[in-house]
């Protein structure tokens, strides 16, 4: 099961608590926002309408444990760990001929800050670093 990522730059949040959603007001700023909304809600709502969920963000997931194990678990080595166990998870899942289903849930928000500079931006996204 995994859950959205929101953006919480000029959110509001108390003691890891989110009290206000606000949009930012620099435009790199609102262009994150939008950018997470499309891959992160409209993306993974329709991917896992069709059960075809490609990945779980590694930011939020819940993974049922006997399951993992049945895969081999994270493996270090994969580029995308995340991307690697789901890929994994249905493949085996299929091939056993289980009922399953891979779940998205948009009202379970994690958060992150996002750069506020162009400069800082572009350095997060050409190193895949925190911003």
């Not at 009290?19 to 992160?40: C, D, G, W």
């Amino acid at each position: 099961m995994g859950g959205i990522v929101r953006i919480l730059n000029n959110c509001t949040v108390t003691n890891g608590e989110l009290k206000e959603v606000r949009l930012p007001k620099k435009p790199i700023e609102v262009l994150q926002v939008i950018e997470y909304l499309r891959a992160f809600l409209v993306g993974r709502e329709a991917w896992a309408g069709f059960n075809m969920l490609p990945i779980i963000s590694g930011a939020f997931g819940i993974f049922q444990r006997d399951l993992v194990k049945q895969v081999g678990g994270f493996r270090t080595h994969a580029v995308g760990e995340d991307l690697d166990l789901v890929i994994r998870l249905h493949r085996h899942l299929q091939e056993e001929g289980r009922p399953y289903h891979i779940n998205f849930i948009p009202i379970l928000p994690a958060g992150r800050r996002r750069p506020q500079t162009w400069l800082r931006w572009r350095d997060s996204e050409r190193v895949g670093t925190k911003a």
